[in-house]
């Protein structure tokens, strides 16, 4: 595509936003598209490792204090990828609302970026800060199309892509199985997201912890990803058909599929974050 694209990412909480598709926004970004990260809620209620101990010892949180941690963790990992535009929407993910003003705000962020992609969680995501925030967005589309304010013309993006990774294990979500239909290969950007999920220490992420390693190979080296020869891939779901001049096909995808047999597996078996286990002080 030879014009820039205007991506907006929106994750339910601060780490979501790169935890699903910080690998695409890294790629995007590098090329010159315009990205935005947007999320919500300021992700203290439900994702602080202080809350947990708090119910423990009685003793209340510094909520003030954690959200700005929370938002300098987000700024920082954003930062790692390439992405300059963050938002945060300040609510608490405790217990998110489809309401009137938080769909009018992000309908105003639409308006602003232009996005003509928006990425977001599945429709089914059981996890509830993940699911409002994507129903949310869905009708803040339809508001942003539909309201003409000072300074912002309507727009609704042409595309929206979901993530496939569940939220949960449970019957909400394993009862509309996700399968993927767009892949975006992250291997030449996935220690970059590795260093950017690195940055959220209050999710028990960190160079002293093995999580991130852990989680990038359960999500990001996906049997997705694997049978169509990349070793770590970022997976979505697209909202609408695409519309197409001829039948599509992947360009990328006949370059994997074209490579001599040998390189293709030595490619797609490649195991690139193991220099990501626990660091000693």
Wanted: aromatic share 8%; with cysteine.
């Amino acid at each position: 595509m030879s014009e820039p694209l205007s991506i907006l990412n929106v994750g339910g909480h601060p780490k979501d936003v790169v935890l699903y598709a910080g690998g695409t926004m890294a790629k995007h970004a590098a090329r010159g598209d315009r990205v935005c990260a947007l999320t919500p809620t300021y992700g203290v209620s439900l994702h602080q490792m202080a809350t947990a101990e708090a119910v423990k010892t009685g003793i209340s949180v510094d909520v003030d204090r954690a959200k700005r941690e929370r938002l300098d963790e987000l700024r920082a990992a954003c930062a790692e990828l390439g992405v300059t535009d963050v938002r945060c929407l300040d609510y608490d993910d405790s217990i998110p609302i489809p309401d009137r003003d938080i769909i009018t705000q992000i309908s105003e962020v639409i308006r602003d970026v232009r996005p003509d992609i928006i990425v977001t969680h599945h429709p089914n995501d059981s996890v509830v800060a993940h699911g409002m925030a994507t129903q949310i967005v869905l009708a803040a589309m339809v508001h942003s199309s539909t309201t003409v304010s000072p300074g912002l013309q309507p727009h609704y993006p042409m595309q929206v892509f979901f993530h496939t990774q569940i939220g949960d294990t449970d019957l909400l979500e394993l009862s509309v199985p996700r399968i993927p239909d767009t892949l975006i290969d992250i291997t030449d950007v996935v220690k970059t997201k590795a260093r950017a999920m690195n940055h959220f220490k209050s999710q028990s992420y960190g160079t002293h912890s093995r999580l991130q390693r852990k989680t990038g190979e359960m999500i990001d080296a996906s049997i997705y990803g694997f049978h169509n020869h990349a070793p770590y891939s970022e997976t979505f779901v697209s909202y609408k058909p695409g519309m197409y001049e001829y039948l599509p096909l992947s360009e990328y995808g006949r370059k994997l599929n074209n490579m001599p047999y040998e390189e293709q597996f030595a490619y797609k078996m490649q195991m690139l974050l193991d220099e990501f286990e626990p660091q000693s002080d």
